[in-house]
Structure formats: structure tokens, C-alpha cells
């Protein structure tokens, strides 16, 4: 052990003959265990609200997705079929094909997007899991819709006897106008609604499900055409190699997007979130660990005696700023550390007790991640040793000889 460490250590554990200073150090202390629980317990809490949001993306997304590179849809012969299904690392597939219509039911109507699935999109994606009441179908003129747009329309389940319209334009006879919705420039298919699913506002408004060789008839495309293919990956297959062999499939007529490419503005705001809180958090820790500087100089000035004893008993200068150095990063290391340890207990005692909530049936979404106790103590350890090394410069050989 060296001896400044050995010094600073003891200055750390003794207390001062001026209960001033005692009183300083302790809020010092205070104010650097708080602020890194804080810290911890914010970063933890966005971490938590990101895998909470991105988890709708993971129910209705696929692992990869091949879209056109220009257009809205795309052919895929039998031959590339076949392909696609013999690909290594390939658990299914599935082909969809998606447009915006117009929905009547009675004197209400809505525009939204009706996309036709084929027997396999069920098991590519975790759409399953969002019905919220009623079922898939057992005919095949049934549909699942958005509990939005059912709250819009207000189409009863399993009403046969007047079935939701739904109209889509004739190719090369323009886009929607509620002046001709009657009129033979659109083409009509009659869907009854078996059942309604909820994933988040956004997409509870936005779609029709039914099966896909209606919407290609609906649409006036062939049963090659669609808009999109989905991909579900085996356990342990890699991301890129998949998309490489699906890329030799299907050539220079798709893209082939992962998850969070799909997503890619959802994960950018989402991390910007985070940074800047982040940014915040730390600049009011900057602001918080100038109590440091202060709490070291005045034990500086407390300990002036030791240190011209120290001195005169050949101890440099450079000895005596490294011991006040040491013990600036001593006390902001041990409060960093104490701060992240009372934060996982309480973000541990989230996850296991869920005692704050957002809803009576929906507790607050944290998560503990290591990364997070590895930012927060770095961020504590370069700020206490910055603001150490500013505190421990004012030792000089003027203020020993005093």
C-alpha cells in the first residue's frame, strides 16, 4: 500500500475536530450516493419503457422482411417459392399483400389499410397473441380488424347478413373520392368480421386482416404478386447470413429489412430519449459533485497542520496532492457504488413486488441491465476524479509554509 493511499484512507474514516467540516463531508457523501441511485434508477426505468414499446414491433413484425425496391409490390414466381423454402436457418415464410381502402358499414366508413395473409403469417409473426376477442375465422370471407376501427365502424361479429364493404380503386382509375365511392371506378369485397385484435393505438387503426387471395382479387393482381414477404428465423440462425440468402432469392427486386430497419425512426427516437436523459441526469451530477471540490479544500484547510508536519518530515508536494486526490476519488468511488447498489435493490423489488404502477393491472416496465451499473459508476469515477484533481491543486508549497 502506498502511502499517500494509506493517508488518504485514514482521512477518510476519521472525523474532522470541526463539526462544520463533518457536516460538509456528510452531505458530499449524500449528495453522490443520491445522485448515482438516481441516475441508475432513470436509466433502468428507460430501459424498461424502450423493451416495453419495442415489444408491439416484436408481436407484429417479422424477424426479416423483403419489400420492393420500388413500387408497391412485387412478383414471386413458384421457383423462388420453392427457394425460400429450402433456405438453411429458414423456419417459414409467409406472403402478404397490402392496400389503402375505404371501409363502409351502413352510413359509417373509414379509411384504412386491408392487407391479405396467407395460412403461414400466423406462425411468422406473434400476432396470435394480440386477439382481443372473437377468432381468426372459419370462412373464408372472415377478416380481423383493429379495435380501433371496429370502435369506428362499429361492425358486429359474425354479422352475415350485412357484411362490412370494403372498396378498393380499379387500377389506373385513380386514388379515393367520397363523390364516387358508388360508382364502378371501385372495386368492392364483402368481409364479415370474426374477430378484433389490440396492439397499440396506432396499428389498432390502421388495419384489416383476411386472407391474401382475396385482397390479390380485390386489388386485380395476379397470385404472384404481393406487397411484402415475411421471415421467421431458426434459433441460433445470424441475421446477415439469412439476409444474404435471401437477397440471392429474390435479386434486386427487394429489400430485405430486419426488425429494427423496419422500425429504424421508433429505435432513433428511443435512444435519443435516453441519451439526452442521460445528458441531464449527468450534468446535474456535474453540478451535484462540486460539492467535492469543496468538501477537499476544506479539508485541506483542516488538515493544514498534518500537512506541513507531513511536509517537514520530507513528504512532497506531489505526495500530498495525490493524497487528497485519493481521497476525493475514494469518497465519490464508495458513494457511486452505494448509490447503484440501492438503486438495483430498488429496481429489483420492482420486478419482483411490481409496487408502482401505471394501471391498476400494468406495473411500471424496468429493466436491470449491467451496462447501466457499468455507465453510472463510469460516469461517478471520471467526475470524481475530474473534480479531485481540481480540489488537490491548490495544495502548494506557499499554502504548507503558511
Avoid: C
Avoid at 17 to 39: D, E, K, M, P
Avoid at 308 to 334: D, M, N, W
Wanted: net charge neutral.
Amino acid at each position: 500500500m502506498s502511502f499517500p493511499f494509506y493517508i488518504a484512507k485514514r482521512y477518510l474514516r476519521s472525523k474532522s475536530s470541526q463539526n462544520a467540516v463533518n457536516i460538509i463531508n456528510f452531505i458530499t457523501f449524500l449528495v453522490i450516493v443520491i445522485g448515482s441511485a438516481a441516475l441508475f434508477i432513470v436509466l433502468s426505468a428507460f430501459a424498461g419503457l424502450k423493451t416495453f414499446s419495442l415489444q408491439f414491433t416484436n408481436v407484429f413484425d417479422p424477424d426479416i422482411k423483403a419489400i420492393p425496391t420500388t413500387g408497391k409490390f412485387f412478383s414471386i414466381s413458384p421457383e423462388e417459392e420453392d427457394a425460400l423454402s429450402n433456405l438453411n436457418g429458414m423456419a417459414s415464410y409467409s406472403k402478404e399483400l397490402e392496400e389503402r381502402v375505404y371501409l363502409t358499414f351502413r352510413e359509417k366508413g373509414d379509411l384504412a389499410y386491408i392487407k391479405g395473409v396467407d395460412e403461414n403469417y400466423r406462425s411468422v409473426t406473434g400476432i396470435d397473441s394480440t386477439l382481443y376477442f372473437g377468432n381468426w375465422g372459419v370462412t373464408e370471407y372472415n377478416a380481423v380488424m383493429g379495435i380501433g376501427i371496429y370502435n369506428e365502424l362499429g361492425v358486429p361479429i359474425d354479422n352475415y347478413r350485412t357484411p362490412m364493404q370494403v372498396l378498393a380503386p380499379k387500377p389506373g382509375k385513380g386514388s379515393f373520392s367520397p363523390q364516387s365511392l358508388n360508382t364502378e371506378l371501385y372495386n368492392s369485397l364483402p368481409l364479415v368480421v370474426s374477430g378484433v385484435y389490440t396492439i397499440e393505438e396506432g396499428l389498432d387503426k390502421k388495419y384489416v386482416i383476411t386472407q391474401l387471395h382475396l385482397v390479390q382479387e380485390l386489388l386485380e393482381k395476379d397470385g404472384t404478386q404481393v406487397s411484402a414477404v415475411n421471415f421467421k428465423l431458426s434459433s441460433g440462425m445470424a441475421l446477415e447470413d439469412a439476409r444474404s440468402s435471401i437477397k440471392k432469392v429474390l435479386g434486386e427486386k427487394a429489400i430485405v429489412l430486419s426488425r429494427r430497419e423496419l422500425n429504424g425512426t421508433l429505435y432513433k427516437m428511443l435512444n435519443t430519449e435516453n441519451l439526452a436523459t442521460y445528458l441531464i441526469f449527468t450534468l446535474v451530477l456535474i453540478i451535484a459533485l462540486f460539492n467535492v471540490v469543496g468538501a477537499i479544500i476544506m479539508m485541506i484547510l483542516d488538515k493544514q497542520q498534518n500537512s506541513k508536519t507531513l511536509f517537514a518530515l520530507g513528504t512532497t508536494i506531489k505526495e500530498l496532492r495525490r493524497i487528497y486526490f485519493l481521497q476525493g476519488v475514494l469518497v465519490t468511488s464508495l458513494g457511486g457504488f452505494i448509490g447503484v447498489l440501492i438503486g438495483a435493490i430498488l429496481i429489483g423489488s420492482q420486478l419482483a413486488f411490481e409496487w408502482l404502477k401505471i394501471t391498476p393491472s400494468l406495473a411500471y416496465p424496468v429493466e436491470f441491465d449491467l451496462l447501466n451499473v457499468f455507465v453510472v459508476l463510469a460516469t461517478i469515477i471520471v467526475l470524481g476524479l475530474i473534480s479531485s484533481k481540481i480540489a488537490s491543486s491548490r495544495i502548494t508549497k506557499k499554502l504548507v509554509a503558511q
